[in-house]
């Protein structure tokens, strides 16, 4: 799992973004991203396909969302 710094606003407004590597239905690599931005948690998966998770990328997925929540409540 990437953690991914970006910055709408330098001190302001800052965004965190995760990206936890999945794959499509026939087994090419793809990505989720799961964003907290504004109080709101923001899931996008690979456009228009389905994504597929391993028990292990599904652990990414599970502490990508934890710690998303988490900065959406502060």
Request: glycine share 6%.
């Amino acid at each position: 799992m990437d953690l991914v710094e970006q910055a709408v606003a330098p001190v302001v407004d800052p965004r965190r973004a995760w990206r936890v590597s999945c794959s499509d239905v026939v087994n090419r690599e793809r990505c989720l991203t799961v964003v907290a931005d504004k109080g709101k948690v923001v899931l996008t998966g690979p456009p228009g396909e389905t994504a597929v998770l391993s028990a292990g990328q599904l652990g990414q997925l599970r502490t990508a969302l934890r710690e998303a929540a988490d900065q959406a409540e502060r």
